[in-house]
């Protein structure tokens, strides 16, 4: 893989805006304009637009296109009609994830299928792989990463705003549903009732030639509603507090999908699927660790690598997320705790390596 | 960036501004304005040490972002007076001063020097702006 950092097709726009830029994920992406906090409230109560053209995007296409898919993910593709999506992940052979991702199915005629895979930006060329390796059922595959713009248009405001600008009944389209439309003068949009913000609104799929576009498009139609930009620094604490896994933090090629609670996106009796048996098992006599959630009473934060304690200073496990919740303004964290190491009380104890701090482990979601 | 003349640097990113008093050489001490701009929102400030003698480069307390955790270095050994009482929980809780004047209110401590001649190993500002850019 190139080492080179990748520019989303906004690069200028949010050098322009003041965005302080950071590589992720092999791109370099603006991380906040005005301040992440003010970025987090301004989605939870009013609205803001992402660019994640970062994402990867896949199509699978064509005979065998559906069966490839209900091998290498967990849910259940066949469940789906046209004009939904699914969250899901694909298992590698060891009962850990490869990655998490989204399937949009565009056409699901036999013979002439047609999926959209919308998957983590530093996972695109791992994912390309390992699908391909598995790709014994004639599938077509096509990387279009590189010419897809993607805009998180998120927050209660959200649908108002991007109503001003199309003629598709917005209202219509139920979560994780989708339609193809157009927005102002630029066609063919795949938009989208998703996100990772817990805040409701859209995403929008678009060639990127048309991204610069349709962001200043939605940001003047945003003005009166109090739009701003926002960076994957509120992109993160927004998932936090819903509790949306993060792949590389709460997710990775070790973790079972049972363990990290998404059981629910794991179908095990769809059919044959990678590591289905591992997963059965799982679901049927527990895993060896679980993601749990928890709050500081201290105002320290919890980080990613800190370790999980119980009251003798036993490691019962390890954070794997952490932030300032900006809505509860409080501490939060996820992280795996050991079954075999399981606390007698909801108390533990997150150690910075040179203090402990007192925890509380909630329900989850944060918010 | 603003990288005043007066002050003397750590490659840390701590900034010192020493001042003579009846009771010998104190120091204010803080992180500078690039420090805060990487961190970001400061959303809280630990200092555990008042009362303490603290080592050259060792650590004297630490700095939460929403983003990340820093620690604080001391960029020359000293016992720590006061913990800027406008950062503390306790009395101001106002950390954003990091952010908003990282060097005047935001100054994060003030120490009592143990040796003066430490403080000619530290950065002068044209060499901190080097050490950025």
Known sequence: ?367 | MNIPENLKYTKEHEWIRTEKTDDGLVAYVGITDFAQGELGEIVYVEVETVGETIGKDEVFGTVEAVKTTSDLYLPVEGEILEFNPALDESEGDNPALLNEDPYGDGWIVKIAIADESHLTDLLEASSYQDLIS
């Open chain 1, 1 to 367: 893989m190139s080492t080179e950092v990748k520019k989303t097709a906004l690069y200028d726009v949010h050098v322009k805006a003041g965005a302080k830029m950071v590589p992720f994920a092999g791109y370099m992406m603006p991380v906040s304009y005005e301040g992440i906090i003010d970025e987090h409230m301004a989605v939870r109560e009013r609205a803001g637009l992402f660019d994640v053209s970062h994402m990867g995007e896949f199509v699978i296409s064509g005979a065998g296109a559906k069966d490839l898919l209900q091998y290498v993910t967990t849910n259940n593709v066949s469940r789906l009609t046209v004009g939904q999506a699914q969250y899901s992940c694909l298992p590698n052979d060891k009962g850990g994830v490869v990655d998490d991702l989204i399937v949009y199915c565009m056409d699901d005629t036999d013979g002439s299928e047609e999926y959209l895979l919308v998957v983590n930006a530093s996972n695109i060329q791992k994912d390309w792989d390992w699908i391909s390796s598995q790709n014994r059922f004639g599938a077509k595959m096509e990387d279009r990463s590189e010419q897809t713009g993607l805009l998180a248009l998120q927050g209660p405001k959200a649908e108002k705003i991007l109503q001003s600008l199309t003629d598709v009944e917005l209202s219509e389209i139920k979560f994780y549903h989708f339609t193809n439309g157009n927005i102002g003068h630029i066609t063919d949009v795949i938009i989208s009732a998703t996100g990772y913000t817990g805040a409701g609104g859209f995403e929008l799929y678009v060639d990127n030639r048309h991204l610069d576009d349709l962001w200043y498009m939605l940001l003047k139609a945003g003005e009166e509603h109090g739009l701003v930009p926002t960076g994957l620094g509120a992109r993160d604490t927004l998932r936090l507090e819903k509790a949306y896994c993060l792949y590389g933090n709460d997710l990775d090629d070790e973790t079972s999908p049972i363990e990290a609670g998404l059981g629910w996106i794991v179908k095990t009796k769809k059919g044959d699927f990678i590591s289905k048996d591992t997963f059965a098992q799982q679901k049927e006599d527990g895993c060896a660790k679980k993601l749990v959630g928890f709050k500081l009473s201290d105002r320290r934060v919890p980080r990613k690598g800190y370790e999980i304690k119980n009251q003798n200073g036993d490691v019962i496990g390890v954070v794997t997320s952490g932030t300032m919740s900006p809505c509860l303004d409080q501490p939060i964290g996820m992280g795996y705790i050991y079954t075999d190491r399981w606390p007698s009380s909801d108390t533990i104890w997150i150690s910075t390596g040179r203090k402990d701090l007192d925890a509380e482990i909630v329900k989850l979601p944060f918010v």
